[in-house]
């Protein structure tokens, strides 16, 4: 079945690092794929996402890239402030739209 | 209240209980999903529905019950609480269109004793 594998946490940043959080995945064919971000005591968000290969999803200056090459989808900012201090989750879509997520991954930013 | 709620938002109940969770979204979504988050695990599927009296199993159904009789109700039940369902439930929903963003209530935190 389809799978979303995505880098272990937490991690912790000072304000103004570049970070990467690594994400693959497992699944039939090319499904879209999607980052959201759960801030504190609240639900999720979406962040951005992909719906086919090599198109890059972007917002807030967060970017990621679908290859479907090495089935990845990692997540980039080139400059990170305290404010992103969030759980990101990688997912997938499935045939019936239900998002298939990663184990999430905690990111801390210090000013 | 435009969008998706969930309630009650926190809820300590004893094993062996029945629970309702509920989640009510105002744009006529077609899909509405429950997940749960468990540390570890990110949010699993529990049960999903594409329509108005379809729905269908998650990943980790067993123990939840679901109906959906009306577009923009999708209750969860816990028929007999147990102590690994202590979780927080995600109730989600989104629009008939492939690809579209999933919205995503609050959350309601259970905690079975």
């Known amino acids: 079945g389809d799978s979303v594998t995505q880098m272990e946490g937490p991690v912790t940043l000072s304000e103004e690092a570049f970070l990467t959080i690594n994400c693959t995945y497992t699944a039939t064919g090319y499904p879209s794929l999607f980052w959201y971000v759960q801030y504190p005591g609240e639900g999720l968000q979406l962040l951005l996402k992909?719906?086919?290969?090599?198109d890059k999803g972007s917002n807030k200056g967060f970017e990621a890239t679908y290859r479907k090459e090495t089935t990845s989808f990692h997540l980039e900012k080139g400059s990170v402030q305290v404010s992103d201090s969030a759980v990101y989750f990688c997912a997938l879509e499935g045939s019936a739209r239900q998002l298939t997520f990663g184990s999430g991954t905690q990111l801390t930013v210090l000013p | 209240d435009a969008g998706i709620t969930q309630s009650p938002r926190y809820k300590i109940t004893e094993t062996g209980r029945q629970v309702t969770l509920m989640c009510h979204q105002t744009w006529s979504h077609s899909y509405m999903f429950w997940y749960r988050q468990d540390l570890g695990h990110g949010l699993r599927l529990i049960y999903y529905s594409a329509a108005a009296d379809i729905t269908d199993k998650g990943e980790v159904p067993d123990g939840y019950v679901v109906s959906r009789s009306k577009t923009e109700n999708f209750p969860l039940t816990l028929e007999s609480a147990t102590r690994s369902q202590t979780s927080v439930y995600f109730c989600?929903?989104?629009?008939?269109?492939?690809?579209?963003?999933?919205?995503f209530g609050p959350g309601t935190r259970l905690t079975v004793t």
């Open positions: 992909a719906t086919k290969a090599d």
């Open positions: 989600a929903s989104t629009s008939r269109g492939a690809s579209y963003e999933q919205y």
